[in-house]
């Protein structure tokens, strides 16, 4: 059965430096479009970034830009999101998300979450 699972979260101080990894099991991402996506406590899951099926294309989220980046390592079924520059409005569970390459409204597999807390 393929899955996502998220690691690498913990408890960081503000200015200080993460990097999230999801790995994929039970078939091959190399094809997915994958993308973060984090929600804080009491609020909706919000978009963080996006990188390509090759690697070549990313997006992020304005609050991000210059503080995050979204990599991936198709030979080894992973992506990753490195934050430097860590805010305590960073605070959220991240998740990572299999965009369905046919209706890319949709997603086909989303990881069970890594919890990150930036302390003031």
């Known amino acids: 059965q393929a899955q996502l699972v998220e690691s690498g979260g913990g408890l960081v101080q503000a200015g200080g430096s993460l990097r999230l990894s999801c790995t994929a099991s039970g078939r091959t991402f190399s094809t997915y479009t994958m993308d973060w996506f984090r929600q804080a406590p009491g609020k909706e899951r919000e978009f963080v970034a996006r990188i390509s099926w090759s690697g070549g294309v990313t997006y992020y989220v304005d609050s991000v830009k210059g503080r995050f980046t979204i990599s991936r390592d198709n030979a080894k079924n992973t992506v990753y999101l490195q934050m430097n520059s860590l805010k305590p409005e960073d605070t959220a569970i991240y998740y990572c998300?299999?965009?369905?390459?046919?209706?890319?409204?949709?997603?086909?597999?989303w990881g069970q979450g890594t919890q990150v807390t930036v302390s003031s």
């Open positions: 998300a299999a965009r369905n390459p046919a209706d890319t409204s949709k997603y086909d597999y």
